[in-house]
T-cell receptor
Framework: TQLLEQSPQFLSIQEGENLTVYCNSSSVFSSLQWYRQEPGEGPVLLVTVVTGGEVKKLKRLTFQFGDARKDSSLHITAAQPGDTGLYLCAGSRSNDYKLSFGAGTTVTVRA | DSGVTQTPKHLITATGQRVTLRCSPRSGDLSVYWYQQSLDQGLQFLIQYYNGEERAKGNILERFSAQQFPDLHSELNLSSLELGDSALYFC?????????????FGPGTRLTVL
């Protein structure tokens, strides 16, 4: 079983629509990251959140860390075809050197 | 470009063979991580090295081994290869093993075992 559960697994929307991807766990994380990966390439770090309740914005992307530091969400406003990709959340727990990844959400934005 | 380099980009080999994947971390990064990504398993952590020493182990098979050299580059050795070892192998680096554990990934090596 995955330490981090992402939902939905797949998301297909029309250009201009909004979307939200969720990342949930029963564990508390000292930090949580979001990555985007395109086919055949390595994941690219988008953002890191460390404080419960923290909200970070990256252009049309808004990232939120849950108050209890057990969950996170990624919201994309007015999605564009360039937002297409696999979105991965990854968490780091205290005293754990490993980064645990969710299974990912495949986002497809149709023109 | 993350600054992490991996070679080779593609590798095709036969079952039972042994291969070595190479990774150079970003300048100044002391930690190197290896991951395996297959369609049915997602991104799986294999092993981490920090400044030449093994720091953490994940789901790494006994047929696989890794090391980090004094110049901080790392190699992942895969032996007695099986069809199921076909996957993308990623290396990532980070400056420390600290709280945020941000990792920067290389472009990956696609291994095909025939």
């Amino acid at each position: 079983t995955q330490l981090l559960e992402q939902s939905p697994q797949f998301l297909s929307i029309q250009e201009g629509e909004n979307l939200t991807v969720y990342c949930n766990s029963s564990s508390v994380f000292s930090s949580l990251q979001w990555y985007r990966q395109e086919p055949g390439e390595g994941p690219v770090l988008l953002v890191t959140v460390v404080t419960g309740g923290e909200v970070k914005k990256l252009k049309r992307l808004t990232f939120q860390f849950g108050d209890a530091r057990k969950d996170s969400s990624l919201h994309i406003t007015a999605a564009q075809p360039g937002d297409t990709g696999l979105y991965l959340c990854a968490g780091s727990r205290s005293n754990d050197y490993k980064l645990s990844f969710g299974a990912g959400t495949t986002v497809t934005v149709r023109a | 470009d993350s600054g992490v380099t991996q070679t080779p980009k593609h590798l095709i080999t036969a079952t039972g063979q042994r291969v070595t994947l190479r990774c150079s971390p970003r300048s100044g990064d002391l930690s190197v991580y290896w991951y395996q990504q297959s369609l049915d398993q997602g991104l799986q952590f294999l092993i981490q090295y920090y400044n030449g020493e093994e720091r953490a182990k994940g789901n790494i098979l006994e047929r696989f081994s890794a090391q980090q050299f004094p110049d901080l580059h790392s190699e992942l050795n895969l032996s007695s290869l099986e069809l199921g070892d076909s996957a993308l192998y990623f290396c990532a680096s980070s400056p420390t093993s600290g709280r945020t554990n941000e990792q920067f990934f290389g472009p990956g090596t696609r291994l095909t075992v025939l």
